[in-house]
């Protein structure tokens, strides 16, 4: 079975932007305990197989130690998912459009971190 998860993760790995700036730093869920930065995380908020005739959410998250290459990052991440639409890895996506992204001050360890939630239309 074609799973979107990943899907999404080739999309972001295809793109020169994203893959120039995290390379293969791009994780579901969360990012490993002894992750380098920048890097990516992604998750599907709510259960993506189980639609009822509405699209799934997506968060990507943008995560670096500077905050201008957080910024920089989430950029790419948007230029590379926003309106991308065609079969990837057997997923049939429709559309995936930009919701909200919004900035989080640094936590404890100092690392900048901007959520970044998506609407992804598609079919397997």
């Known amino acids: 079975m074609a799973l979107i998860d990943e ?3 080739s ?6 932007a994203v893959y120039g700036l ?3 730093r791009i994780f579901p869920l969360e990012l490993p305990l002894e992750c380098t930065f920048p890097a990516i995380s992604y998750l599907f908020p709510s259960d993506p197989y189980k639609r009822v005739a509405r699209p799934a959410r997506l968060q990507v998250d943008c995560w670096a130690e500077d905050v201008m290459e957080c910024k920089n990052l989430k950029l790419a991440v948007e230029n590379a998912l926003n309106g991308y639409a065609g079969i990837v ?6 559309g995936i459009f930009p919701i909200s992204p919004y900035d989080l001050a640094p ?3 100092g690392i900048f971190h ?3 939630d998506f609407k992804v239309i598609y079919r397997t």
């Open 7 to 9: 899907a999404i993760r």
């Open 107 to 109: 936590d404890e360890t």
């Open 11 to 16: 999309i972001l790995l295809a793109d020169p």
């Open 22 to 24: 995290v390379g293969t």
């Open 114 to 116: 901007i959520p970044y």
């Open 89 to 94: 890895n057997g997923v049939n996506i429709e």
